[in-house]
């Protein structure tokens, strides 16, 4: 199975908010980073055939998405950012009612939300409404919906948004099982949400990739080196100033940064493996607040991320 994206662009009036993205997706996890406003759920809506691009094409083993209509959805599962789920449904209820509407026959789907149920881990919530599900819960429900029709292409928008640690590892486990044969493609702008799980990692900014790669390729693609150092905390506002600072951390009346830089910006400073939110910050931290903000004590957001 193959998805081939070429030149794809979406425009909504003189914003382009798909700029251009020529692929081949076949199998695996891709996890698409990036910051607010980059145009993630645009391209993730086109995937859907539910936004015809401006130009460009999308075809599955050769054939364009847009003219395959019914053929294509059911190789199709999606979570949207926000789903529509029916608080007063029962889980079990929510699922059978989205089977019936997928055209999935009455016993089949009795059969794949039992499965399903069970593979999300919901088997014992089978019977609770949707509206006292916990966050996760939620998600989990909303990934099962999407599998109902055992999808080839799985397409998830921000699953992990509003989920605690726990929620999170789980779900994180969940889409890796999920993935084998399957092509997901999966946004966040939660780097470790896909620092474990993506095959291919898609750093989106303005519309555009501006890197795709392995963890790995995507780690070696950064320029700069990141630099581990103490300092005093008077020392703090110049720093954070001058330098992008992935990492602060008060320690025993010190600071420790973690600093990208191409020089070394303390003597004291030692060279550090980077982790993925320090490329993270390379690619987008500047652009992750409007103004700097110059009275704060960390020298302004703009150059400082504090990562969940
Ligand atoms: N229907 C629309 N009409 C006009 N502009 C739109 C429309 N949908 C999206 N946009 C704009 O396109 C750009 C990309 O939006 P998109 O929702 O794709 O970004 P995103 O990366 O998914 O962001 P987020 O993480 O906030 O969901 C934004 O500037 C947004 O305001």
Not at 20 to 42: F, Q, R
Not at 109 to 123: D, M, N
Request: glycine share 8%; hydrophobic share 40%; proline share 6%.
């Amino acid at each position: 199975m193959e998805l081939e994206l070429t030149d794809l662009t979406k425009k909504f009036g003189e914003l382009t908010a798909v700029d251009h993205i020529s692929l081949t997706m076949t199998s695996g996890v891709y996890g698409l980073l990036g910051v607010n406003g980059a145009g993630k759920t645009t391209l993730m809506r086109m995937l859907c055939t539910l936004l015809k691009p401006t130009c460009g094409s999308i075809t599955c083993n050769g054939k364009d998405i847009f003219k395959m209509d019914g053929g294509y959805r059911k190789l199709l599962g999606y979570l949207p950012q926000d789903f529509g789920f029916y608080p007063e449904f029962t889980v079990q209820d929510y699922l059978l009612y989205i089977s019936s509407i997928k055209g999935i026959r009455p016993a089949a789907a009795k059969k794949r939300t039992r499965e399903l149920l069970a593979q999300v881990g919901l088997a014992k919530a089978a019977n609770k409404k949707m509206k006292k599900l916990s966050g996760g819960m939620k998600r989990r429900a909303g990934i099962a919906q999407a599998m109902l029709n055992n999808p080839r292409i799985l397409i998830l928008d921000e699953p992990t948004v509003g989920l605690d640690p726990n929620e999170r590892i789980r779900f994180r486990n969940l889409i890796s099982e999920l993935s084998e044969d399957r092509l997901v493609l999966l946004s966040t702008h939660i780097v470790s949400d896909i620092e474990y799980i993506a095959n291919e990692i898609w750093l989106m900014k303005d519309g555009a990739l501006v890197h795709r790669g392995t963890l790995d390729e995507t780690i070696a693609s950064m320029p700069e080196t990141v630099w581990k150092c103490a300092a005093e905390h008077s020392m703090v506002p110049a720093l954070t100033k001058k330098y992008k600072v992935s990492n602060l951390k008060s320690e025993d009346g010190h600071v420790e940064l973690r600093i990208i830089s191409p020089k070394r910006p303390a003597p004291d400073a030692e060279p550090v493996r980077p982790a993925l939110e320090d490329v993270f910050l390379y690619y987008f931290g500047e652009t992750m607040d409007d103004e700097p903000d110059i009275d704060s004590p960390s020298g302004g957001p703009n150059r400082t991320l504090f990562f969940r």
